[in-house]
């Protein structure tokens, strides 16, 4: 009998070792500037699936759970594995003129509605069933969920006024660069990490944690100094908020978000940053349009410019990377569709250049070992289609893959964008 008991017990702990051993293997891991699973590499094209969790709470299930199923479904067969999401919203109703995201995870200073992470949940184990990994982002630099403004606004740093009304550019820096030297900002941001990363799902029981869909969190979208005398605090908070989630959770990768050189205040920063012994690896965003680097969408002048700009902000980002020794992620670029229309109508004859040579840069890097192993495009729009006469999105409307304050279209890859994902599969397939 004491024999047969050992035997059985000797089975059992066998049995969740081989299962710990299994779980650990799904994780993401860093091996130098490579990334593995289960010991082996690990590179990929992605794209922004932000609203992704949002989709739990369509009333219709037709706009709703059974769109997130088919465009999932939709991905996977493009060989797109690698999501980028939102984690959390702050706070809820407009700011800054313009209706933000939703639902609302911390609806005031420490108060969590944690009935609104079951998109998040639902969207985890959809994922995990394709074989998906998450990449999830705790806050915004931006007022699209809530993110820094909304500490700020809780805390009194930023009056009702301006709060509520359109901040102009200078304005807005002056604000947003307070956020890392207002102390309870900053504890009431570190409570939503804290309770996102031990959150339980409610569809799969597991926690956070423990789960391997998920790849790394993220500090924020897009975090900046925004003036260069935040830059100390700045830093800082980057390295307190990473020593603190690998305090409580050592198995995922954990990155910044940032946009590189253009965001960090000089490439200094952005080294300096990124060999914090907590940070795994690092972020750069591509945006021509929006960083003026042509006037006109179709001078073929410009264009070759843009292409010109774009190689060396990948190679000089990836520079630093090799002299770190970690790897480097392409997660956010876009480009207008021709005749910077927002119809799905309308060609994206540049955007599909403008892919296919980034695409291209990313394979030919892969066999030389560049430090660059993944991209995420911006942003997957799926079944949503723009609202004819109507530019930006309003509360009942469609998700897609341009946030609220931009124009619904502008960058979106939509399902029916054959072109583009023609480009997509090309370099899938390579």
């Not at 299930?61 to 997130?68: D, V």
């Not at 479904?73 to 700011?95: Q, Y």
Request: aromatic share 12%; charged share 25%.
């Amino acid at each position: 009998m004491y024999l047969r008991h050992n035997i059985i017990l000797s089975l059992f702990i066998s049995i969740v070792v081989i299962s710990c051993s299994k779980d650990q293997d799904d994780f993401v891991k860093i091996n130098k500037t490579n990334f593995e699973i289960n010991g082996k590499d690990y590179t990929y094209i992605g794209t922004n699936y932000w609203y992704g969790p949002s989709l739990y709470f369509q009333k219709d299930e037709q706009r709703g759970i059974k769109r997130l199923s088919s465009e999932l479904d939709f991905l996977v067969s493009k060989g797109i594995k690698n999501l980028r999401i939102v984690a959390a919203v702050e706070g809820e109703g407009l700011l800054q003129g313009v209706p933000r995201v939703g639902p609302v995870y911390q609806s005031a200073p420490g108060v969590f509605q944690a009935d609104n992470l079951k998109g998040l949940d639902l969207l985890l184990s959809e994922m995990s069933k394709r074989k998906m990994k998450a990449v999830l982002f705790f806050s915004n630099n931006w007022d699209w969920s809530g993110g820094f403004l909304q500490y700020l606004r809780w805390n009194n740093q930023v009056t009702e006024e301006d709060f509520q009304a359109k901040l102009s550019w200078d304005s807005l820096r002056d604000v947003v660069s307070k956020f890392y030297s207002c102390a309870p900002c900053k504890e009431q941001y570190l409570d939503q990490v804290l309770s996102i990363i031990n959150r339980k799902n409610t569809v799969t029981g597991q926690i956070y944690k423990d789960d391997g869909t998920i790849m790394a969190w993220q500090l924020a979208n897009e975090p900046r100094p925004m003036r260069p005398a935040a830059l100390a605090d700045y830093i800082k908070w980057i390295s307190d908020v990473a020593a603190e989630i690998k305090k409580i959770d050592s198995k995922h990768l954990v990155t910044i978000g940032v946009e590189g050189e253009i965001g960090t205040e000089n490439i200094e920063t952005f080294k300096k940053i990124h060999s914090d012994k907590n940070i795994d690896y690092a972020t750069i965003h591509i945006w021509p349009r929006n960083w003026s680097w042509y006037k006109e969408l179709h001078d073929e002048g410009q264009f070759a410019q843009v292409l010109e700009l774009t190689k060396s902000y990948i190679d000089s980002h990836s520079d630093v990377m090799k002299e770190l020794g970690k790897p480097l992620v392409l997660e956010e670029f876009g480009y207008p569709r021709d005749n910077n229309s927002f119809s799905p109508d309308e060609k994206t004859s540049i955007r599909d250049k403008f892919y296919g040579e980034i695409l291209n840069k990313w394979n030919n890097g892969i066999k030389d070992k560049s430090p660059l192993r993944g991209i995420n495009f911006w942003a997957f729009g799926g079944q949503a289609r723009p609202i004819k006469n109507q530019n930006f999105w309003k509360e009942g409307d469609d998700y897609m893959g341009d946030p609220p304050m931009e124009e619904q279209g502008l960058y979106s890859v939509f399902d029916s964008d054959t072109s583009t994902w023609n480009v997509i599969t090309k370099y899938q397939n390579k």
